[in-house]
């Protein structure tokens, strides 16, 4: 390696220490997501030398993907609203925001020239909507910190006396530093850079480690119709209607223990399932529903503008001549897509009764019976226990080696809540990393 800091494991000398780069010593950062780079930024801010590596070819890589369609950097909800979204780590994940919630993001987004807006369903966005020249504005800031990125280096662990090994353009390398923070992220989309490759390596050093599930994701769709065994949508509704979003729609769903779900949006019909905004507002209960019980009843409400019994009221009225879809067309302005789900779960003579027909409208159920492949999920659940970590989010179980970001076991619904979570949590493991350079000796 050109770097004189790394050493080839097949060279015959031994392996020397990295320079301190300071007097607080030096942090390896593994990761070049949102949490590693902020983890990054809060080294380099105290003093901290910072050497950070990623398996890619570039940092930022699924953070550049999620600005493709709007940049949702964070949400104007309050708090402790804002921390309930995460679920039973809403008081972990809160000791985070404390540090760095969605205020300070958007006052350090305006620290790097990048102004913010607050769109009518309260997400936050950068005013041009792009990701790609807020983290050019970061990667200048870093550099000019003096953060060092290596490229295309895959974290292979450690050596037996605690070093961390590499693989990189030239092989394989080992480096030392003073603390390790790990933000390697989950395995959703994969091919940006997260592949989960990392639990083994974790797992081994006695930390508990969840697996990894799916998390934002769609469903697959099992049996339309009781009675009936093949899953799935016909394929006349697949080739008509597969891509075509539903909307405005609501979706239920309860749990065994008592959870409920409920609330009004649009999703999108797909070829095996359903997906979409929607869809993964719910998907954790839905998730966990369909681990515990085998499958997922959901409910649509069709007309969630319409009370039950105005519904029935217009189904039952004299039709004469007209075809029961013309019907449902004049009297409730209710056709294509949506007409369509009601013939893919009643069958001919549930559809030409009224009261099954105007209960459905209100309430169609949809058996769902396995989430989307995680590869595919926008985020993931699961991973390092947050047990496993103290409050600064370092390893219990190695001291000197911290965590951050989506490879710590928690989840929160799409809307800038998951991207605000990873920063803080970057924050609390550099600050922590920063802390301990200061405090304590080599791992």
């Known amino acids: 390696m050109p770097d004189h800091n790394a050493t080839s494991l097949s060279s015959s000398s031994s392996v020397p220490d990295a320079a301190t780069g300071s007097a607080s010593g030096r942090v390896l950062v593994i990761g070049g997501g949102p949490a590693g780079l902020m983890a990054a930024e809060r080294l380099a801010m105290a003093g901290v030398s910072v050497d950070l590596f990623d398996a890619m070819a ?62 009518t369903s309260g997400r936050v966005f950068p005013k041009d909507l792009k990701a790609a020249p807020l983290l050019r504005a970061w990667l200048h800031r870093l550099r000019g910190q003096g953060v060092r990125l290596h490229m295309r280096h895959r974290w292979l662990g450690w050596t037996d006396d605690g070093r961390c090994r590499f693989q990189g353009p030239e092989g394989e390398s080992v480096w030392q530093g003073d603390a390790v923070v790990l933000a390697l992220g989950g395995a959703s989309w994969p091919q940006l850079g997260s592949d989960g490759r990392w639990v083994p390596l974790v797992s081994g050093t006695g930390a ?11 469903f697959d769709l099992g049996v339309r119709r009781l009675g009936e065994n093949a899953p799935g949508w016909t394929p006349f509704f697949v080739d008509k209607f597969a891509g075509q979003p539903i909307k405005p729609v609501a979706l239920s769903v309860s749990s065994p223990d008592g959870r409920q779900f409920a609330r009004q949006g649009e999703f999108v019909v797909t070829a095996t399932g359903i997906e979409g905004s929607l869809v993964y507002a719910a998907s954790a ?5 369909i681990e515990t019980q085998g499958e997922a009843l959901i409910h649509l409400d069709l007309l969630p503008g319409r ?49 099954t027909l105007a209960r459905t409208i209100k309430a169609l159920p949809l058996r769902l019976t396995a989430p989307r492949p995680v590869a595919e999920a926008i985020s993931t659940a699961g991973g390092v226990c947050l047990e496993s970590l103290d409050e600064r989010l370092m390893l219990k179980r190695r001291p000197g080696v911290f965590s ?13 809540y998951l991207l605000t979570a990873a920063m803080a949590s970057g924050v609390v493991a550099g600050e922590g990393a920063a802390a301990w350079c200061r405090e304590a000796p080599k791992v």
């Open 404 to 416: 951050a970001g989506e490879m710590l076991d928690w989840e929160a619904p799409t809307g800038g």
């Open 307 to 355: 009370e039950a019994n105005w519904v029935l009221e217009q189904v039952a009225y004299p039709r004469g001549s007209r075809s029961m879809s013309s019907h449902l067309k004049s009297r409730l302005n209710l056709d294509g897509l949506k007409a369509a789900l009601l013939h893919e779960v009643l069958d001919k003579a549930q559809h030409a009764d009224a009261a």
């Open 58 to 119: 570039s940092v930022g890589r699924k953070f550049l993907l999620a600005g493709k369609g709007g940049l949702n950097l964070t949400h104007s909800e309050t708090r402790p609203r804002f921390d309930e979204r995460y679920f039973e780590r809403q008081s972990a994940v809160g000791h985070w925001l404390d540090r760095f919630d969605g205020e300070a993001l958007r006052a350090w987004a305006a620290e790097l020239g990048v102004e913010t807006f607050v769109g």
């Open 208 to 218: 508990q480690v969840r697996e990894l599930r799916a998390a934002n994701c769609g």
């Open 285 to 289: 209960l839905i998730r966990d529903v």
